[in-house]
């Protein structure tokens, strides 16, 4: 039974961790973008 | 503002951390399911962030239909990222406690099917606002978000109004939660709010950001045109 608690614990995080890493990633590619745009 | 951000991130990480604690430790241990009941206490409030993060992207739609206010256009498309994000969690999570309570993991049951009619209307809002490139596209994506609140209500009131698989509402509509269970509940809803409003953030700083690139590279190429005439 708790196999399936800790599998919904589990699935809740790795859900939010894998969104808030493409959010953050997408971050780092635009501040580097700007910079870029703003040097040429 | 800047200082504001980590400071809520660590408030946040630290309420987290005590839901999870009282989720698993605190909260009784229902009578006929056991400790998969815990479940609830994910499974409940990400439902109803999910639900209040819909709404807050239906009111910003509204606002942008009527002022073309591109805070509000911004601020439509994050909640709808974010109730995307957390609605998943429900469709994840619920067919996990599904499986040993009911002994099946999906059933096209009204509840069921209506939140997944609603996954897959934000979704689509989504897709809408990623594809198209006409100019049109934040005043189309908000008369689809206007549309797609409709089903917001439908999926809350469902089991209030029609007998489904799924469980009776527990607060409210004649529900009987123990005390400590729903005190433990609001604690987790408290915690998943706060995590909602630090990701809508920093998702908001990234459109910010993403609007200041395209307005310089259309800048950039404006003045390029410019030099070859």
């Known amino acids: 039974m708790n196999y399936y608690l800790y599998a919904a614990y589990a699935a809740t995080w790795i859900i939010h961790i894998a969104y808030l890493s493409i959010v953050s990633r997408r971050y780092s590619r635009l501040r580097k973008e700007l910079q870029e745009l703003k040097k040429s | ?229």
């Open chain 2, 1 to 229: 503002m800047k200082r504001a951000f980590p400071i809520l991130a660590v408030l946040t990480a630290v309420l987290l951390s005590y839901a999870l604690y009282q989720a698993l430790e605190v909260a009784p241990t229902e009578a006929t399911m056991g400790d998969v009941q815990r479940i609830f206490y994910y499974h409940v409030p990400s439902a109803w962030t999910a639900f209040l993060l819909f709404l807050t992207n239906f009111v910003a739609s509204v606002i942008y239909l009527i002022r073309r206010n591109t805070k509000a256009d911004i601020l439509a498309l994050v909640t709808a990222e974010v109730g995307v994000v957390f609605c998943t969690v429900v469709l994840v999570t619920g067919p996990i406690w599904a499986r040993p309570v009911w002994g099946i993991w999906w059933t096209w049951d009204l509840r069921l099917t209506l939140t997944l009619v609603l996954w897959l209307i934000y979704v689509s809002y989504l897709m809408l606002r990623r594809f198209s490139s006409s100019g049109q596209t934040p005043l189309m994506a908000a008369v689809l978000a206007v549309f797609g609140a409709l089903d917001v209500p439908l999926v809350y009131f469902s089991i209030w109004y029609f007998r489904t698989q799924h469980p009776s509402p527990v607060i409210g509509g004649g529900g009987s939660l123990d005390p400590r269970m729903a005190r433990v509940l609001l604690i987790n809803w408290a915690a998943f709010l706060c995590f909602a409003a630090l990701v809508c953030w920093s998702r908001y700083r990234v459109e910010r950001l993403q609007r200041e690139v395209e307005e310089t590279q259309a800048l950039e190429a404006l003045m390029e045109s410019r030099s070859i005439r």
